[in-house]
């Protein structure tokens, strides 16, 4: 079964500081896509950054960047300059075959 | 623009009385989900339909049913809701085969049964 564990419940960072929230994953797959996805108080479920598994190079979009580390199964969000919009719940996915597979989430806070 | 509309956004019902949410997406998307958010457990998935008149069990199915008639809706009926059905519902689509664009969600249905 695959699994994907997000070890912080909640998080908190001041404005423009920067933060890093966890996630890791059990897949036997070899081909295989991470995601996270952001949901603020809206709901509305947002992406936030992709990456390959096939791919070593992390990916980046703009604010945010993931740490990937395929061999221990880590997936962690870096985000920098940390925002007031950016104030949610985050959660890391894993999708493989045609199954996503969702962690508990992050609840994070940018305090002013 | 491409979506997936979900309706109603915020429901309240009673127990036992039979309720449907719709979910229609404009993507020409094959594949379709719904999923429910509880605090705590993530989003788990309820049924999933790969294509026209294929439907399939999620983690979560019990207390629920689904129908593909049409590639762009899928709607999620409650026959007999419950209490413990109380939940924030998503719809979710996706192209099979392109994996690395990932979903598109609807965006949700607050469920409250009492």
Redesign the interface.
């Given at each position: 079964a695959q699994t994907?564990t997000?070890s912080q419940?909640e998080m908190s960072v001041q404005e423009a500081e920067t933060v890093t929230l966890s996630c890791t994953y059990d897949t036997s797959e070899n081909?295989?896509?991470l995601?996270w996805y952001k949901q603020p108080p809206s709901?509305?479920?947002i992406?936030v950054i992709?990456q390959?598994a096939y791919k070593q190079q992390n990916a980046t979009e703009n604010r945010f960047s993931v740490n990937f580390q395929k061999a221990a199964k880590s997936f962690s969000l870096k985000i920098s300059d940390s925002q007031l919009g950016d104030t949610a719940m985050y959660?890391c996915?894993v999708?493989t075959g045609?199954?996503?597979y969702?962690?508990?989430?992050t609840s994070l806070t940018v305090i002013p | 623009e491409a979506q997936v509309t979900q309706n109603p956004r915020y429901l309240i019902t009673v127990t036992g009385k039979k309720l449907t949410v719709t979910c229609s997406q404009n993507m020409n998307h094959e594949?379709m989900?719904w999923?429910r958010q509880d605090p705590?457990?993530?989003?788990?998935?309820i049924y999933?339909s790969?294509n026209v008149e294929v439907t399939d069990k999620g983690d979560v199915p019990e207390g629920y049913k689904v129908s593909r008639k049409e590639k762009r809706n899928f709607p999620l009926i409650l026959e007999s809701p419950s209490p413990n059905q109380t939940s924030?519902y998503?719809c979710?689509s996706k192209s099979?085969g392109a994996?690395?664009y990932?979903?598109t969600?609807g965006?949700?249905t607050?469920l409250t049964v009492v």
């Open positions: 994907v997000q419940p081909n295989y896509y995601f709901r509305q479920m992406l992709r390959e959660f996915a999708h045609n199954q996503f969702f962690g508990t989430g | 594949y989900s999923y705590g457990l993530g989003l788990r998935q999933y790969m924030l998503f979710a099979l994996m690395f990932g979903y969600f965006s949700g607050r």
